[in-house]
């Protein structure tokens, strides 16, 4: 099915979450506010990359695993992902996702009524994780969402599988992705995906 982007991509794949808060082990999901910018702040507001860094005023949800904040749904996240977005609605079928999150990029993949993504399977290793966001997505989307309590790393594809796109989103740093990691996972899932990608600091690039 032909998608045009500059509407689909950008207008109509992004939302903010609506996850519960609440706490389970080391993980919390909290909500927090993002102010509008000072005129000081207007005026150095240098924005080199477009669609980045627009800092849009409102309430967010954010994810934490003891001190270290995971993910949120602010309008940067979602951007960062819009490759694997867009490769999941070109290419439609199965996504393979490592890392839950707080399920924003589940929510851009199957939310949207014209979606061509038939099913998603995730990979999560924090249990907690697991057990303050799954049910929540598994209720939306008990036709077409799977999620694995593993490791991504270590874990194996059942013989047969087969996925248009796979997409690693594990770390919570896009400049401290262990290369070694990368290797991994991208000769683990090669031979069994179309498309494979990674959240790192090129995923902030144009």
Request: glycine fraction near 6%; charge should be negative.
């Amino acid at each position: 099915m032909p998608v045009n982007w500059e509407k689909e991509l950008f207008e109509r794949t992004y939302w903010k979450s609506d996850l519960p808060t609440g706490c389970s082990g080391e993980v919390k999901i909290e909500r927090f506010e993002v102010t509008p910018l000072s005129k000081d702040e207007l005026s150095g507001n240098t924005n080199p990359v477009t669609g980045w860094g627009k800092r849009i005023p409102g309430w967010y949800t954010r994810l934490y695993i003891g001190q270290t904040v995971m993910m949120t749904d602010l309008y940067e996240e979602w951007w960062s992902q819009r490759h694997a977005i867009r490769e999941a609605y070109n290419r439609g079928g199965h996504v393979l996702i490592s890392g839950l999150g707080i399920g924003l990029i589940i929510d851009a993949l199957l939310k949207p009524p014209r979606t061509t993504v038939q099913k998603v399977t995730v990979l999560e290793q924090n249990e907690h994780v697991i057990q303050l966001v799954a049910e929540h997505f598994l209720q939306k989307y008990p036709d077409k969402l799977s999620i694995i309590h593993t490791d991504a790393l270590t874990w194996t594809p059942p013989d047969p599988s087969h996925y248009q796109v796979v997409w690693h989103d594990i770390w919570p740093y896009p400049r401290m992705v262990p290369t070694e990691e990368i290797d991994r996972l991208r000769k683990k899932f090669s031979s069994c995906s179309d498309w494979q990608g990674f959240w790192t600091i090129e995923s902030f690039a144009e």
